[in-house]
């Protein structure tokens, strides 16, 4: 299944952009989190669970933990989880940490998916250990010299070599054009925000 992924925390956008696309995922990141609720009252959990009621239960929406080890990371992930109801997945980071992070959630019945994923092997790690999805930061690659598209191209190879049912996201694209050359390259859920999705209407 394809997954337009709208990245905001502005519940105004989340009306207008659901009111006027198929869009059939929502998803946070700290630093939107962080922009979005300055000078407000709302917390990350109060939003969240605002959102959460605006598009209904059964909608996946991807909420990333703060923690930095395991421990902390699993916290977080069972306080998301039992705040925010309905089809609520859980962003973990890649990196030791997060892939010890993972099977334990795994076993506590909560999904992961697995961010800042930068290649082939990161994208297998998470895969193993038991993230239902891993999210390449394309336009990230694309400043550190390398390439995006390509990783996800790769990724999507991989899993599909092995038999890996792992969801493929290419998030942090900036314009229509690097939406087009992910689902292209075989990412099956993109992340966009409303106004990329306003310029791809027309």
Same mark, same amino acid.
């Given at each position: $299944?394809?997954?337009?992924?709208?990245?905001?925390?502005?519940?105004?956008?989340? /009306?207008?952009?659901?009111?006027?696309?198929?869009?059939?995922?929502?998803? %946070?990141?700290?630093?939107?989190?962080?922009?979005?609720?300055?000078?407000? /009252?709302?917390?990350?959990?109060?939003?969240? /669970?605002? *959102?959460?009621?605006?598009?209904?239960?059964?909608?996946?929406?991807?909420?990333?933990?703060?923690? %930095?080890?395991?421990?902390?990371?699993?916290?977080?992930?069972?306080? *998301?989880?039992?705040?925010?109801?309905?089809?609520? !997945?859980?962003?973990?980071?890649? =990196?030791?940490?997060?892939?010890?992070? *993972?099977?334990?959630?795994?076993?506590?019945?909560?999904?992961?998916? =697995?961010?800042?994923?930068?290649?082939?092997?990161?994208?297998?790690?998470?895969?193993?250990?038991?993230?239902?999805?891993?999210?390449?930061?394309?336009?990230?690659?694309?400043?550190?010299?390398?390439?995006?598209?390509?990783?996800?191209?790769?990724?999507? /190879?991989?899993?599909?070599?092995?038999? *890996?049912?792992?969801?493929?996201?290419?998030?942090? !694209?900036?314009?229509?054009?690097?939406?087009?050359?992910?689902? $292209?390259?075989?990412?099956?859920?993109?992340?966009?925000?409303?106004?990329?999705?306003?310029?791809?209407?027309?």
């Amino acid at each position: $299944m394809l997954e337009f992924c709208l990245v905001t925390f502005d519940i105004d956008e989340v /009306r207008e952009a659901s009111a006027l696309f198929p869009i059939n995922c929502y998803a %946070d990141n700290p630093s939107v989190a962080a922009k979005d609720l300055t000078g407000g /009252r709302a917390t990350f959990l109060s939003r969240s /669970r605002e *959102i959460r009621s605006a598009v209904g239960d059964e909608v996946p929406f991807y909420l990333e933990v703060l923690g %930095d080890t395991c421990g902390e990371m699993v916290e977080d992930a069972q306080r *998301i989880v039992a705040e925010v109801s309905g089809n609520t !997945l859980v962003k973990i980071p890649s =990196c030791p940490e997060g892939y010890k992070a *993972i099977p334990v959630l795994r076993n506590l019945g909560i999904r992961v998916s =697995c961010t800042a994923v930068f290649d082939v092997n990161q994208a297998l790690l998470a895969a193993m250990a038991g993230a239902v999805c891993v999210a390449v930061y394309v336009s990230r690659l694309d400043k550190c010299g390398g390439d995006g598209i390509e990783v996800v191209r790769a990724i999507r /190879r991989a899993f599909d070599a092995y038999g *890996i049912g792992c969801m493929v996201c290419a998030a942090s !694209l900036k314009v229509p054009g690097d939406v087009e050359r992910a689902l $292209m390259a075989g990412a099956q859920n993109v992340t966009v925000n409303l106004t990329m999705l306003k310029d791809m209407a027309f």
